[in-house]
């Protein structure tokens, strides 16, 4: 035997499969079996039937298969819809879309301190012409829109739709009008003023459900939350938290929950711990029912069902050996149908590289496919209905989260969000997991063990940036060249309805429809309120707000 | 003497739970952070290199854009006379990019997988 056969051989103990770990990943202790004494509460109803735990429609899959969703999002408008018309062809069905981060901020293209990152990790849309460039030929009143991006893409996409003449009420698709996950999330007090976040979200809520009753809203977008820091009962514990104070504010404005309920979807996440993820989903269902008809007296089916968007976890996903993440996401996928979500998003596998490349994105695509048909993800509802585990930890998974939701309602949530309690609650989520990592508690293939000796540098997507430049270019012209009056017009009004306490969501698409920027647009609302205009302060307001 | 580190993020990247969770872990390791968050502009954090007086300046990146930051961000110290000051990357930094990084002046570079204890031992190689 020579040397490097004889380590191989006393490698062998480490190349073992071991059971490192009997916590779940999101620190829930377990036992070595469970059985019909940890699952003790009776039998609660069907698919379909209240409080919903077992799935939100009686015949699941069957009735309603999920939406297969892909997101697409780079560079200038055109850039984007080539990426869509790519995805589209390859069969993914819903048409989901990223935005810049300078979009997403409502920062335009020309902010003198940002030109590196424009177009760079998702779409630039600044204006509604914009928008209009992406979706040309499209009819919103008839395809499906999904936009990755909080309050500002519905009065932008709503401008575009009345601009070609059609009614608001007709407008179909849906945004993560969620702003207040935004403060948590690392944008912070100055870029999303916690009261103001979250009365925007108020307002748009409000305005969506009474206008335009075909648009679907992401509220909470618990998926940024949990990849901040947050474990599943976290995720159930804040994002309720986040629903009942814009529950009560809506009440308070003269309208129901049944009239709001029906209009939201929770945006969730799957993350590697397969069986807490299933009972996460079941938790969340039961958990919205009970509140929704017991805090809220809802009654309405369609409010008390909760219907749950999921994209796969990003940040499970490892650098190292990317193909591995297609092992990740494919169990995350399952573990989300099974869990028996509407809609999935699965990350592609270079997620932690870059922008998803085309080849990553077809996978992506390819998996569901697998899923739907060789799996048999949509064969039957709730498919781990009855098990003792899933059942007990169903029940664990929700008592912790009204443990947390109680701590979170005992000092209010604009009060837990500004005194910083959530932030230092994800803080010692993640200092946590980190010490779990280096001390070996919790292992990650490929980040701190089976990490590959010589792994090749991964494929990065990119694209030619000479569209971005144009477009630039062409933001600068429109400003020279839009109506300045009814420009000046229209952003005064908004100044005034906003101040003044008003909703202003018909206040903003009209200012889109009158060619302001999304910068311009929130900047106004930031002033109204009292904030400087610019959250970088590198910028005035271009205009007097008298 | 303690080595004094300045941690921050540049542009418009709210990626900061990583560079959060180190602040900590190198707090831990009787490390003198200096936290200055996300959101920083190049001008901003070049001051606050001159200001706090610091040994070591570590940024992080989720956004492609950084080495354009980073050069710019060293550019910048360099104009205000703290251009020994070494620079280091956190993040998702691509390996076909560290020539690049360490030809525009980086001093280390711990992209995706580094360990925490490696990068200790960096900070610490540079206590005056």
Redesign the interface.
């Known amino acids: 035997m020579d040397e490097a056969s004889r380590d191989l051989f006393a490698q062998l103990e480490n190349l073992e499969i071991k059971l490192s770990r009997t916590k779940s990943w999101g620190g829930l202790e377990a036992k070595p079996f469970y059985g019909p004494a940890d699952a003790a509460h009776g039998y609660e109803g069907d698919p379909g039937e209240y409080p919903y735990t077992r799935g939100a429609y009686p015949k699941m899959y069957r009735s309603r298969m999920w939406t297969l969703r892909n997101i697409v999002g780079y560079g200038a408008p055109e850039d984007t819809r080539e990426g869509l018309e790519k995805v589209l062809a390859a069969g993914g069905g819903g048409v989901s879309i990223v935005v810049d981060p300078l979009t997403t901020q409502s920062i335009d293209p020309d902010h003198p301190a940002f030109a590196p990152e424009v177009g760079l990790e998702g779409c630039s849309l600044p204006t509604s012409r914009d928008i209009d460039r992406l979706l040309h030929g499209v009819d919103l009143a008839k395809v499906d829109t999904a936009w990755h991006w909080a309050a500002m893409a519905y009065p932008m996409v709503a401008a575009v739709h009345v601009k070609r003449g059609q009614s608001l009420a007709t407008l179909q698709g849906s945004n993560m009008p969620d702003m207040l996950q935004e403060t948590m999330c690392g944008w912070g007090q100055d870029l999303i003023p916690a009261a103001l976040g979250h009365q925007t979200t108020v307002d748009e809520i409000e305005f969506c459900v009474k206008n335009s009753p075909r648009w679907a809203l992401g509220m909470p977008q618990a998926y940024d939350l949990r990849e901040r820091g947050l474990s599943p009962a976290g995720e159930i514990a804040v994002g309720m938290a986040m629903i009942n104070k814009t529950l009560e504010d809506l009440v308070a404005r003269g309208m129901t929950a049944d009239a709001v309920a029906a209009s939201i979807a929770w945006v969730s996440t799957a993350d590697i711990d397969f069986f807490e993820e299933v009972a996460k989903f079941r938790a969340l269902r039961r958990t919205w029912a009970r509140t929704l008809r017991e805090r809220f007296g809802a009654t309405d089916p369609r409010a008390l069902r909760l219907r749950i968007a999921c994209h796969t976890s990003g940040k499970s996903l490892v650098y190292k050996q990317p193909l591995n993440n297609l092992t990740r996401t494919a169990i995350q996928g399952f573990a989300a149908l099974c869990g028996g979500v509407q809609s999935l998003e699965a990350c592609t596998f270079d997620e932690p590289v870059c922008v998803p490349t085309h080849e990553a994105r077809d996978l992506a695509i390819r998996q569901q496919q697998i899923l739907a048909n060789e799996v048999g993800a949509a064969r039957v509802a709730d498919p781990f209905g009855g098990s003792y585990y899933i059942e007990a930890l169903t029940d664990e998974v929700e008592a912790e989260a009204m443990a947390i939701l109680a701590k979170i309602e005992a000092v209010g949530l604009i009060e837990a969000v500004t005194s910083g309690m959530i932030e230092a609650m994800m803080d010692a989520y993640n200092l946590q997991t980190q010490r779990e990592l280096d001390a070996g508690e919790r292992i990650v293939v490929g980040l701190n063990k089976f990490v590959p000796a010589e792994d090749p540098p991964p494929t990065r997507f990119t694209f030619d940036p000479a569209n971005t430049r144009a477009h630039v270019r062409r933001f600068a012209e429109l400003k020279q060249q839009r109506d300045a009056v009814k420009w000046r017009e229209s952003l005064l009004s908004l100044h005034r309805i906003a101040r003044d306490g008003g909703n202003p969501l018909q206040a903003m698409i009209d200012a889109f429809i009158a060619d302001a920027s999304v910068a311009e647009v929130w900047g106004t609302v930031r002033v109204a309120h009292n904030h400087p205009y610019d959250p970088y302060k590198a910028l005035t307001a271009p205009l007097d707000y008298v | 003497m303690t080595v004094r580190c300045l941690l921050g993020m540049l542009?418009?990247?709210?990626?900061?739970?990583g560079i959060?969770?180190l602040a900590?872990?190198l707090r831990d390791a009787g490390i003198e952070v200096i936290y200055i968050?996300?959101?920083n502009?190049?001008e901003g954090m070049a001051s606050a290199v001159v200001d706090e007086d610091a040994d070591i300046v570590g940024l992080s990146f989720s956004?492609?854009?950084y080495i354009?930051?980073t050069r710019q961000l060293i550019e910048a110290m360099r104009g205000r006379g703290v251009g020994d000051v070494p620079v280091m990357l956190g993040g998702?930094i691509?390996?076909?990019d560290h020539a690049k990084l360490y030809e525009i002046g980086v001093a280390g570079i711990f992209?995706?997988?580094s360990?925490?204890?490696d990068i200790i031992a960096f900070i610490r190689a540079k206590e005056r």
């Open positions: 542009g418009t990247d709210v990626h900061s739970k959060r969770t900590q872990v968050g996300e959101h502009t190049v956004s492609a854009a354009e930051y998702i691509h390996p076909d992209g995706p997988g360990k925490m204890e």
